[in-house]
């Protein structure tokens, strides 16, 4: 059961993730952080949402550049389409955040991807949101995510890396896991 | 106020250990014991109980198992005999009945009150055990009106509980075990389970218990693992110890009927709401089984003792269906009693040295604590993976006194670092 200790380089900065941890386990309140997106209706379903800057760290951070993304609702919904459904972003965010967190496990074991894909599925039954049937709900009966991944390593390896992902995943634990969500009106 | 060299608070297994090898440097001490000797075993215990470790495995230092069923799971009574045997054989110093309230420095050493008077101690062992309070969930506030709720340390069999379903929380060596057992009693059991730790009673042949004690696994140091802090946390293995040395897992448990469910988030509006995250919980234990029976089986060639043993064997992934629940009413009188089988905690409420971290755990380099002269034993990974077993109090008593022994001499010499490889 010994280590035998790779090189791998999937661009991801293992040295700096494993410092600012040590660093915020020391220092845990600088881990708090906060992210921040404004939304600004557009026409109909459409609407443009703008991420630019959140807190952390102990203070204001800014991204490198503004992020614009539009959604919308496609032509089925009687929409105009100009962007994905609010639904969907949500799979893109899982999709981005497991994908990641991957990247970064194969990191930390010394394990180097060559490819990684990954297809999603959110079932729904859209008479939740229609109010047709009280007793369907609103959002996804279920997501399924499936990964094809070529990486220097034995299959439970792979597996070990998607678990672990899951395990140490912000979206995943805020799709699985209940979160009290208040909205306000000014 | 009596002055002495060392007191020991607990006289459970590790204390008992300890005043052993006090007694073997020559060190004046006494054990202190708020009632009789194995007295969490005897108190704060379910009826059914037995040992997760076989009688093999409980060599304290000058004694150990002599019976004709080394393989077998002690029942409390036998344990609680089998301590108190051994507090006789080796003579211990123990004040029974006398319960420790305060623990204060002095200079030098320590003050400790009692309800039975006062001690000043040049050096100090806390060995007061790692399970003095059952842990609950914050979100356990939430329960609606008319569920009984009950810790592990509450529980004693079933027939104590109402008719009815219950809710365990927790799937850890306790919570599988209470889960079969109250299932089996016609209260029909919802097990929620988050990260947990899978492992077969038997694997070739030979006990999990057995495998980690002979590939090194239990001798691992503290400083040795990559990520103490995680391992000093992890959940107990899934283990029971019955006569017949069956398995017991999540499979186990639904073959029987009961509802597995994700990890308890929260308590809304009455409805407890559970984690999306089972089917990963299961991933992530059944792929950890897999890595530790995979070192069996490499140690097992290296020792040259493969064809010795029944071929490598696997078992089959957990099952969690389709769709585990996600919510479940609890107003709805379907379930009457929530167990918690969150873990538990040491108690340290009567220590007032600075020691304890903003967690409010103690601080120590293998039970060595910041405080000159203090020392903890018994807790989880304390200085091996095996510390918090029976089995681990002889190794760890012999380190931690050495040191203590040259505190009391005015020299404290740093401790072996290294011991058996993982393998």
Known sequence: MSAELKSANNGVNVEALLAARKALSEAPEAAKFTWRASCKWIKGTHSNTVIKDFFGLGGEQKHRTQFSYDADHPDVFASEDNGPTPVEYVLVGLASCLTAGIAAVAQNRGIQLRSVQATLEGAMDIQGILGVDPDVRNGFDGIKVKYDIDADASPAEIKALVAQSQKRSAVFDIITNPTNVTVEVN | ?423
């Not at chain 2, 980690?212 to 103490?228: K, S």
């Not at chain 2, 873990?343 to 340290?348: I, L, S």
């Not at chain 2, 304390?382 to 022994?405: E, P, Q, V, W, Y």
């Open chain 2, 1 to 423: 106020m009596r002055t002495i060299a060392c007191v020991v608070i607990g006289a459970g297994h590790a204390g008992l250990a300890m005043s052993r090898r006090l007694t073997e440097h020559g060190i004046d001490h006494v054990v202190l014991e708020r009632g009789e000797v194995a007295h969490s075993w005897k108190t704060e215990r379910w009826d059914s109980l037995r040992l997760l470790t076989p009688n093999w495995q409980s060599r304290l230092p000058g004694y150990g198992y002599d019976g004709n069923d080394p393989d077998g799971f002690r029942t409390m009574p036998e344990l609680i005999r089998f301590l108190d045997s051994y507090a006789r054989v080796i003579d211990a110093p123990v004040k029974t009945h006398t319960r420790v309230t305060s623990v204060e420095h002095a200079d030098p050493g320590y003050r400790i009150q009692t309800d039975d008077g006062e001690w000043h101690c040049h050096t100090l062992v806390l060995a007061t055990g790692a399970c003095n309070v059952a842990l609950v969930p914050a979100c356990a506030e939430g329960v609606p009106q008319g569920i009984e709720t009950l810790t592990p340390m509450e529980y004693r069999k079933p027939n104590q509980l109402p008719p009815g379903g219950v809710l365990v929380v927790g799937a850890s060596a306790t919570g599988i075990q209470l889960a079969q057992e109250i299932h089996l009693s016609g209260r029909p059991v919802t097990l929620s389970a988050g990260e947990h730790i899978r492992a077969p009673r038997l694997y070739r042949g030979k006990d999990t218990q057995w495998w980690m004690d002979a590939t090194g696994l239990f001798d691992q140091r503290y400083n040795e693992v990559e990520d103490i802090v995680r391992a000093r946390s992890l959940p107990s293995m899934q283990l029971v110890g019955t006569p017949e040395r069956r398995t017991l897992d999540l499979n186990a448990l639904r073959a029987i009927g009961v509802k597995l469910v994700g990890r308890l988030a929260m308590i809304r509006d009455g409805r407890a709401l559970f984690s999306g995250s089972l089917a990963n919980q299961c991933a992530l234990a059944d792929l950890k089984m897999g890595r530790l029976l995979d070192g069996f089986d490499t140690w097992a060639r290296e020792q040259g003792i493969d064809d010795q043993l029944p071929p490598p064997e696997r078992l089959p992934p957990t099952e969690v269906g389709a769709t585990p629940a996600l919510e479940l009413d609890l107003t709805r009188g379907e379930i009457r009693t929530i167990l918690w089988a969150t873990g538990y905690r040491p108690d340290y409420s009567w220590l007032n040295v600075p020691v304890l971290d903003r967690k409010g755990r103690l601080r120590h380099d293998g039970g060595v604590t910041p405080a000159p002269g203090l020392y903890v034993m018994g807790l989880q990974f304390l200085r091996r993976r095996k510390s918090a077993f029976i089995d681990g109090a002889a190794d760890d008593a012999a380190d931690l006194s050495t040191h203590l022994k040259a505190h009391v001499d005015g020299a404290a010499p740093p401790l072996p670092q290294r011991g058996r490889g993982p393998g």
